[in-house]
């Protein structure tokens, strides 16, 4: 277990100075709010194109990684919506419990991919990646629609939106290098992995920024509902799947950490903006990234 907590250890640290750095309120302004734009639309792409443009992608087990990701999201999806009414949620709650089961975040889980197992992982993180954006997006997006806070040109307008997300455009440019045979020419490499060096540590400070302690006073049945998906039956279920897949380590571990990690910081704007409950959203935020610097470490030690 000691070298998991090796990994992990300094993560989770960043993410406590992030929180520090939060409650200070330092620099103030809105240093941060932009700071995430800065991380979202250009460091975290250019990681992305790097790692795939220069990869062997093709030792991913894509499809297999595929069945295992993929099919654990959408077997929760379904039986939280089965689960919808004996659960005796509002509308606007229950997309707050859908999303924080679901959505996942995608600093915590690449940095702890590379950390663990290097540029291999990073490798099979990127994958997992253009595989679990779209299908999340997609499935939040269907939830927010199917309880009534979205108009029925919700679902067109975000697929709509799907291929301007810069994660996703960013897998796909560096795939398409990647097979083109392309690469990255000349400087682009250098300074690309320039860029790239800084994605992961301020991605992981921004998400200890994010964290909001006093909304955990609302911390109910829905909080727990959500956060025992996504902390303990959505990983168990994509560890029986990987085994039952026989994926290596090191798609098996990515598997677990884009399954295993706390719901993403996105999901507070999201519930804003489509008539989720914004407050359980900061909650479940909040006290997931916490719960996980507890849970995260044990999955993975399970098999290392």
Sequence with gaps: MSAVQNALGPLFLLILVGAALGWARYPGGDFWPRAERLIYYVLFPALLVHTLALAPVAQVPVVRLGVVVLGALLVFAGLLWIARRPLNLSEATFTSVFQGALRFNTYVAIAGATALHGSAGTTAAAVAIALMVPTVNVLCVLCFIAVGTLGRTGLARSLLELPRNPLIVACAVGVALNLTGVGLPGWSDPVLGLIARAALPLGLIAVGVALRPAALVRSGRAFWTSSVVKLTLLPA???????????????????????????????????????????????????????????????????N
């Excluded at 996105?266 to 610097?293: C, F, K, N, V």
Aim: charged content about 10%.
């Design 237 to 303: 279920l994509t560890l029986l799947l990987a085994m039952l897949m026989g994926l290596d380590p090191v798609t098996r571990d990515t598997a677990l950490l884009f399954t295993a990690v706390p719901t993403a910081t996105a999901s507070y704007i999201l519930a804003r903006q489509l008539g989720g409950d914004s407050e359980l959203m900061a909650a479940l935020i909040t006290g997931q990234t916490l719960i996980a610097m507890l849970t995260l470490p044990l999955w993975l030690a399970l098999f």
